[in-house]
């Protein structure tokens, strides 16, 4: 027979502690006589909509915490209106939700949303259920907090009672639960629950199935070094809310470094003396080198031909040949397939994707589309316009350009690919060969008379809602906006 799944024994501590959800620190609400409610932020007021009163009294409460279960969508006695408010709060990073002992009211955790679309939930626990701390879980200070992250988490829970902190040291092998709740300084399956929710902790049939890399249920995290997958999820836009971007933090506390690196002391050869111009000066090489530059507007009016973008294409990313090898001689398991572009490619990998979001194409609908590299062929994907529209526009922002590029290329890597057979330095070997591929769709795209610009940010949750593939399985690494320049006549 099944074992119930319960919430909490019976007999088990009392009272649980609260969950509930409150506006950040410095947002306050901004309410109109006519029903209109804005988040006032610094200067900075962002519009929510028009609500009827009862919802805006209910809002009121906000700055203080309003119980979690009664504000839930599907929760029967909930206000609809506030649950819309409290959506659009949410989408706009605006709330926080406190863990709160029931006794004192004081915060446990509080649980930082970092993707717009977080909800906390308290999924049932199985009475027989082990839970086990994830690999990918760290706790570590930020300012005067101690805070625990994981990149597979949609949410940062700060740690207000340090006992947590022990508790969760205790997870670092496999606990049944029937053996946790027995302990003193038990949580709460409300916490252990909203941790497996975060993927902080994981959850398991058996205390036995371990803590090894694959008994956290899925092989393609399993490939993921831990620093490898941080990295990935901290340097690219989608899964954490912290700032990113050109925004000079430093300007006036730290002076900048100079561009040019002063000289070691010692004698100069002066390679000018020995070599005169060199005599590659002349060659193809040297003039795509010194013609390629960065473009960021294009001319609409002559936009790409999908002629065209089939020649950048075949140039730049086509697969030219194709081979086995085996790992060991004469091991069938080691064999791996092979398939050589024109660039080269840490381990002869090629891991590396192209994606196509088409703004405007001769010849080609507007659309996103994968380059079949191998097939040489452009397959469309069903991407809602809203998404495309916020691809491109997100590349228009970061290049600060007057219009969306003609086609951005998002350059995804399938990180398994690399990750199969290096240890510890995978991913940085994807970003080194997305830096290779962006310098050769530059000189490709030079030497066809068109142009282009690399863009240092992209979103790894719009590209995995667009494709419906896992951020950890194949995501973007580079982006790469192209077109035609509006002195191509020349
Ligand atoms: C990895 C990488 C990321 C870049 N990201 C951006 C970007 O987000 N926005 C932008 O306008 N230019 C971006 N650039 C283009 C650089 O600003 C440009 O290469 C640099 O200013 C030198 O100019 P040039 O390419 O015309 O020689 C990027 C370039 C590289 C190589």
């Known amino acids: 027979m099944r074992a119930p799944r319960t919430r909490r024994k019976p007999g088990h501590a009392a009272v649980p502690p609260t969950l509930s959800v409150r506006l950040l620190g410095h947002v306050a609400l901004d309410m109109k006589p006519d029903g209109m409610i804005g988040a006032r932020v610094g200067d900075q007021t962002v519009p929510l909509g028009r609500f009827g009163a009862?919802?805006?009294?209910?809002?009121?409460?906000?700055?203080?915490?309003?119980?979690?279960?009664?504000?839930?969508?599907?929760?029967?006695?909930?206000?609809?209106?506030?649950?819309v408010l409290v959506r659009r709060l949410a989408m706009h990073g605006l709330l926080e939700y406190h863990l709160s002992h029931p006794a004192t009211g004081a915060a446990m955790v509080v649980i930082e949303p970092q993707?717009?679309?977080?909800?906390?939930?308290?999924?049932?626990?199985?009475?027989?259920?082990?839970?086990?701390?994830?690999?990918?879980?760290?706790?570590?200070?930020?300012?005067?907090?101690?805070?625990?992250?994981?990149?597979?988490?949609?949410?940062v829970l700060q740690l207000c009672d340090t006992a947590i902190a022990g508790f969760l040291a205790g997870l670092s092998t496999p606990q049944k639960l029937?053996?946790?709740?027995?302990?003193?300084?038990?949580?709460?399956?409300?916490?252990?629950?909203?941790?497996?929710?975060?993927?902080?902790?994981?959850?398991?049939?058996?205390?036995?199935?371990?803590?090894?890399?694959?008994?956290?249920?899925?092989?393609?995290?399993?490939?993921?070094?831990?620093?490898?997958?941080?990295?990935?999820?901290?340097?690219?836009?989608?899964?954490?809310?912290?700032?990113?971007?050109?925004?000079?933090?430093?300007?006036?506390?730290?002076?900048?470094?100079?561009?040019?690196?002063?000289?070691?002391?010692?004698?100069?050869i002066d390679l000018h003396e020995v070599a005169g111009a060199a005599p590659h000066d002349n060659a193809p090489i040297g003039k795509l080198l010194r013609d390629r530059h960065s473009l960021r507007v294009y001319d609409n009016e002559h936009p790409i031909t999908l002629v065209e973008l089939a020649h950048f294409l075949g140039s730049a990313a086509r697969v030219q040949s194709r081979w086995t090898s085996e790992v060991e001689p004469g091991d069938a398991d080691g064999a791996v397939d092979y398939a050589a572009r024109p660039y080269p490619s840490g381990g002869g990998c090629w891991e590396l994707e192209l994606y196509l979001a088409v703004d405007r194409c001769d010849g080609l609908p507007r659309g996103f589309y994968h380059y079949d590299a191998g097939d040489h062929a452009l397959v469309p994907i069903a991407a809602r316009e809203d998404q495309l529209d916020a691809m491109l526009g997100g590349a228009q922002y970061a290049m600060g350009a007057p219009a969306s590029?003609?086609?951005?290329?998002?350059?995804?890597?399938?990180?398994?690919?690399?990750?199969?057979?290096?240890?510890?330095?995978?991913?940085?070997?994807?970003?080194?060969?997305?830096?290779?591929?962006?310098?050769?769709?530059?000189?490709?795209?030079?030497?066809?008379?068109?142009?282009?610009?690399?863009?240092?940010?992209?979103?790894?949750?719009?590209?995995?809602?667009?494709?419906?593939?896992?951020f950890h399985v194949e995501g973007p690494v580079g982006v790469f906006a192209l077109g035609r320049g509006p002195d191509h006549s020349g």
């Open 54 to 83: 009862p919802a805006a009294t209910c809002a009121r409460s906000l700055s203080a915490g309003i119980a979690w279960g009664s504000v839930q969508a599907g929760t029967q006695d909930a206000d609809t209106e506030l649950q």
């Open 115 to 155: 993707t717009p679309d977080y909800v906390p939930r308290t999924p049932l626990l199985g009475e027989d259920d082990a839970v086990c701390l994830s690999r990918f879980a760290f706790l570590r200070r930020r300012g005067a907090h101690m805070v625990l992250e994981s990149p597979r988490s949609r949410a």
């Open 178 to 268: 029937s053996t946790l709740r027995g302990q003193t300084g038990f949580p709460g399956d409300e916490l252990i629950a909203l941790l497996i929710d975060s993927e902080i902790v994981f959850s398991q049939k058996s205390a036995r199935a371990g803590n090894s890399r694959l008994a956290e249920g899925d092989q393609a995290f399993a490939l993921w070094d831990f620093h490898d997958l941080l990295f990935h999820t901290r340097s690219t836009q989608g899964r954490h809310a912290n700032p990113s971007g050109g925004l000079y933090p430093y300007v006036g506390v730290i002076p900048p470094l100079p561009a040019v690196r002063p000289s070691w002391p010692g004698k100069k």
């Open 405 to 470: 590029p003609q086609v951005l290329v998002t350059i995804a890597a399938r990180f398994g690919r690399i990750s199969w057979k290096y240890s510890s330095f995978a991913y940085s070997l994807v970003l080194k060969d997305a830096g290779v591929l962006i310098q050769t769709l530059y000189l490709v795209a030079t030497g066809m008379g068109l142009g282009g610009c690399a863009v240092g940010s992209s979103n790894i949750e719009l590209f995995a809602k667009m494709t419906g593939l896992d």
